[in-house]
């Protein structure tokens, strides 16, 4: 729109709320100026040739079917302000211009917190989002029906905003359902992983998140999110994501804060980035340091040699006492030492407990079965935790085979039989 | 017929064009006048008591300008909620379309964006704002061009908007701005469409201000001429320091009472008129470089003459004055 072609304003224009989505927008202001639901909606998308009518859920929320710029001039505000009622920016930012509705996930139908809408006619951006079934706000499960069971239809005509389109009753008068425990819980995490994503992802975060979940994390914890299977059924092998939602619901199943894939983004090598601890053969090098997340927005490391960790430059727990640290009394460091021999003990006893049982020695199955945190850092070679739970392995009659690819299984085959790869010992 | 001292003035701004000068700019501004005076009150006195009156004027007086600076004056503005809020709105007539509905969607556009919708439920809305918006006074502009089926909807809107006040007692005032030939009512096209004993224009008859519905609003008299081109002569003082266009007040007034300019019945003179004696005029003097007018007038009385035969004659454009017709004969006989 030209500005000498500026289209009129409307005469109750009502400006977006922060994290408001455009539906909940245009039905606001339909609403403010006495028109029937989907009204400026349908004027704005016929000013770029198309119809509300016939777009698919997530044209809309992308604005894709929209011209925002259009939207703006009617509203007075800033295009800014228009497109942060969308997804389309955040999309962009992970997948590239080329923005398909499809990078949402399947978007399912209008739902509406019903307590929002009494309290302030709002209707969230995020609440159309695949894996988003509650208003983490109000602890609500998000309505996809009126009270009488009709579908939340927006487009009908002479339809009201903010009431059924089949029965008139408005969406504030639905009874809310309350949600508590695991459920909202797993919705909380779920919200909270969409919004650290769109905030803060970036091009590489999709390979990243690739990266960073691996298959043996993206498939851990599987059995425990069998109750929630609208997010479990999102969840894909590491390579096959695609999608926003198939990235949100992996990491939410995998139970890894989405942050991790920012902190590991920007590991923070350089001077600070080495083991402090003058005990171990690695003291001054950067060899066997790993990141471990960020605490305050200072990254936190671990030697997986020694098994001592840092916070910057400083040492926050190690388990020898000449360690060279001023920041550690030695008192922390008995009692880490305590700690640690308490944790062999208890995994010595889980690994007979599993072959008397006849299990197959897995470590992570051991260290819960010992109650021992599955902290990388307890895993460092001279604590002796791992190296424990190898010695029982090697004894136990049920060896642990690990899982290989098709293409690396006839490596080993071809190599246990003295032929090259692609020799007549390798099975197709 | 065409006199040699039109062609010059015509060529003149031609030659003056050829040689690289830039065009004259008329200023167009709102110049209070004796008209806009007299108009301006009763506007003011129709929003603030609520009343229906028929207001007729003369073609060119300015009634379309002077109801410009009524609305600048009681401007719509939007509030901190995003409500748009004034007292007055106005919208012309829609030309060739004498529907209802057409003078509904018409004032709906002076509110904003007009949705699609269908007109029972436009009406509807249309309603709803002008409440929402606060509106005290609708102005019709070119009313004479009203039909019998827009008077109603008038009615009805206002009627409709009355209902919604009730609690608060507010009222919409109406006022129809049209065009008056002469001051016989039965020349008023408006007012004899009121004025049939028909059942829908008496109720419109009825709603009326009781004792003067129909009003006159004269043109400028010969001192407020003088007030006018005092106006212009300051509005122009940069660029012709020496206009002093008062002096001729007297004389312009008598030649715009040509009845083939004006018409002399009242003794008034249209605005309209002053300002293209004034435009033609001021053109010719920027043309010819001059700070004023000339001494005489005679610039003056000689636009006054093309604005008395304008349309009755060409003006030839040409590198001179035309040749007599008798002339080109003799020579094509040599």
Redesign the interface.
């Known amino acids: 729109v030209s500005a000498s072609d500026r289209l009129p304003m409307l005469p109750v224009a009502l400006r977006p709320l922060p994290d408001e989505g455009l539906s909940g927008l245009c039905l606001r202001n339909d609403e403010a100026n006495g028109w029937p639901a989907d009204t400026l909606a349908r004027m704005v998308s016929h000013l770029s040739g198309g119809d509300i009518g016939f777009a698919s859920p997530g044209q809309t929320i992308l604005g894709t079917v929209f011209r925002l710029d259009a939207l703006a001039e009617h509203l007075g505000c800033p295009l800014d302000e228009i497109e942060a009622t969308t997804l389309m920016r955040p999309l962009r930012r992970l997948f590239g211009d080329d923005v398909d509705p499809r990078r949402l996930g399947s978007v399912g139908p209008l739902r509406v917190c019903p307590t929002c809408i009494a309290e302030s006619r709002f209707i969230g951006r995020e609440t159309i989002l695949p894996l988003v079934r509650s208003c983490v706000e109000h602890q609500n499960l998000l309505a996809v029906e009126c009270s009488r069971g009709h579908r939340l239809a927006r487009s009908r005509p002479d339809a009201e905003p903010f009431r059924c389109a089949t029965c008139g009753e408005p969406w504030s008068h639905i009874r809310p359902i309350q949600i508590s425990g695991p459920y909202l819980l797993s919705q909380r995490r779920v919200v909270h992983a969409y919004r650290v994503v769109m905030e803060r992802g970036g091009e590489d975060t999709v390979a990243r998140a690739r990266a960073v979940l691996g298959k043996n994390v993206a498939l851990r914890w599987s059995g425990a999110w069998a109750a929630h299977r609208h997010i479990a059924d999102y969840r894909l092998q590491p390579r096959y994501i695609y999608s926003l939602t198939s990235l949100v619901a992996t990491l939410v199943v995998a139970e890894v804060p989405p942050e991790r894939l920012f902190d590991e983004a920007s590991p923070p090598r350089g001077p600070s980035f080495i083991c402090r601890n003058r005990a171990c053969p690695t003291f001054d090098r950067s060899d066997s340091m790993h990141s471990n997340g960020r605490r305050a927005e200072t990254p936190e490391s671990y030697c997986d040699a020694c098994g001592s960790r840092f916070l910057g430059a400083r040492t926050i727990s190690s388990f020898d006492v000449g360690n060279g640290s001023s920041d550690l009394s030695p008192l922390s460091v008995y009692r880490a030492r305590a700690r640690l021999a308490r944790f062999r003990e208890a995994v010595a006893a889980a690994c007979r407990l599993s072959i008397d049982a006849g299990d197959v020695l897995r470590i992570a199955d051991v260290l819960e079965r010992a109650r021992v945190p599955r902290a990388a850092y307890l895993r460092a070679s001279r604590l002796g935790i791992a190296d424990t739970v190898h010695a029982w392995q090697r004894a136990s009659p049920h060896p642990v085979r690990r899982w290989r690819s098709p293409a690396a299984e006839a490596r080993v085959v071809s190599t246990k039989a003295g032929s090259g790869p692609g020799g007549d010992a390798v099975p197709r | 017929m065409t006199t040699p001292a039109e062609s010059d003035h015509l060529n003149t701004l031609l030659a003056s064009r050829r040689a690289g000068r830039e065009p004259f700019r008329w200023r167009n501004r709102y110049i209070p006048s004796g008209f806009s005076a007299r108009l301006l009150p009763l506007l003011d006195h129709a929003l603030e008591t609520a009343t229906w009156l028929v207001v007729c004027a003369r073609s060119g007086d300015g009634k379309s300008t002077t109801l410009r600076h009524f609305l600048a004056q009681h401007a719509l503005r ?1 509030g901190a909620d ?3 809020r004034g007292d007055v709105i106005a919208s012309r007539v829609p030309v060739g379309r004498g529907s209802a509905d057409a003078l509904a969607v018409a004032l709906a ?1 002076q ?8 007109m029972a ?1 436009l009406r ?2 249309l309603v ?2 002008l409440h ?2 606060g509106i005290s006074l609708i102005v019709i502009d070119d009313a004479h061009e009203l039909t019998l089926a827009q008077l109603n909807y008038l009615r009805e809107l206002t009627d409709m908007l009355k209902d919604m006040r009730r609690d608060s007692g507010a009222e919409c005032g109406l006022v129809l701005l049209a065009v008056a030939a002469t001051t016989n009512t039965a020349d008023q096209p408006l007012w004899k469409l009121i004025s049939r004993s028909k059942l829908p224009t008496e109720q419109f008859d009825n709603r009326l201000d009781g004792a003067s519905p129909l009003v006159m609003v004269e043109s400028l008299s010969e001192h407020e001429l003088g007030r006018v081109l005092a106006t212009y002569q300051r509005i122009y003082e940069d660029v012709f320091p020496d206009l002093r266009l008062t002096r001729w007040t007297r004389s312009i007034h008598g030649w715009l009472l040509d009845e083939r300019i004006d018409g002399a019945e009242r003794g008034r003179v249209r605005m309209r008129s002053v300002r293209r004696l004034l435009e033609a005029t001021l053109a010719e003097a920027w043309a010819l470089g001059m700070d004023g007018l000339d001494p005489d007038g005679r610039m003056l009385h000689q636009a006054a003459i093309r604005l008395a035969t304008r349309g009755n004659a060409y003006s030839f454009v040409g590198y001179g004055p035309p040749e007599p017709p008798m002339a080109a004969l003799a020579r094509e006989r040599a």
């Open positions: 939007r995003g409500v748009l556009e509110l904003g964006a007009v949705p699609n919708l269908r439920r509807q809305v709803g704002s929402r918006a």
